[in-house]
T-cell receptor, first 109, second 116 residues
Framework: GQNIDQPTEMTATEGAIVQINCTYQTSGFNGLFWYQQHAGEAPTFLSYNVLDGLEEKGRFSSFLSRSKGYSYLLLKELQMKDSASYLCAVLYGNNRLAFGKGNQVVVIP | EPEVTQTPSHQVTQMGQEVILRCVPISNHLYFYWYRQILGQKVEFLVSFYNNEISEKSEIFDDQFSVERPDGSNFTLKIRSTKLEDSAMYFC??????????????FGEGSRLTVL
């Protein structure tokens, strides 16, 4: 089976930096995705890591360590609109994603 | 910006009824998928579809489920005889190539199915 673990919730202040962790044990690994999901809406693509290291994209960065089965998403300069669930998903075949339950980030003024 | 569109946004049905959920993937995409998310649970893979046939399916995708690309633009998920536990948000997704190669997968807004 596929096991993706994320903390369930965190609260952070507007303007702050928050790090969302994800650990995984899967039967295969072809990359790791991060998605943002607002309540009742579709997951929106944020990042895709295949190789170890840090990928930076504006206010969002994602890190991967394949040997440790670990990734994190870093959100900088938090804005109120960043309040959402952040989903870690492992691509374990060519086309199958296994998702974690998501980390609910609440941004407060 | 091109997007995956789904209809209906919400459907309520009686247990045992057939339901068809419709999706229009992004126009130059070749791979299509259905995922579902039961309220409060994780998003789960159901099926992938390429070249007019199922390429992969999960253990959730049993004989009561089927998918079809009836024309050049639509991609449908049919649930033959709905059960209470089929109540979920169903997300259609598409990608230009296989996800491992293109590194992108785009989701639609979802169709919420409520089975009474």
């Amino acid at each position: 089976g596929q096991n993706i673990d994320q903390p369930t919730e965190m609260t952070a202040t507007e303007g702050a930096i928050v790090q969302i962790n994800c650990t995984y044990q899967t039967s295969g690994f072809n990359g790791l995705f991060w998605y943002q999901q607002h309540a009742g809406e579709a997951p929106t693509f944020l990042s895709y890591n295949v190789l170890d290291g840090l990928e930076e994209k504006g206010r969002f960065s994602s890190f991967l360590s394949r040997s440790k089965g670990y990734s994190y998403l870093l959100l900088k300069e938090l804005q109120m609109k960043d309040s959402a669930s952040y989903l870690c998903a492992v691509l374990y075949g060519n086309n199958r994603l296994a998702f974690g339950k998501g980390n609910q980030v609440v941004v407060i003024p | 910006e091109p997007e995956v569109t789904q209809t209906p946004s919400h459907q309520v049905t009686q247990m045992g009824q057939e339901v068809i959920l419709r999706c229009v993937p992004i126009s130059n995409h070749l791979y299509f998928y259905w995922y579902r998310q039961i309220l409060g649970q994780k998003v789960e893979f159901l099926v992938s579809f390429y070249n007019n046939e199922i390429s992969e399916k999960s253990e959730i995708f049993d004989d009561q489920f089927s998918v079809e690309r009836p024309d050049g633009s639509n991609f449908t998920l049919k649930i033959r005889s709905t059960k209470l536990e089929d109540s979920a948000m169903y997300f259609c997704a598409s990608s230009q190539g296989d996800v491992a190669g293109v590194g992108e997968l785009f989701f639609g807004e979802g169709s919420r199915l409520t089975v009474l």
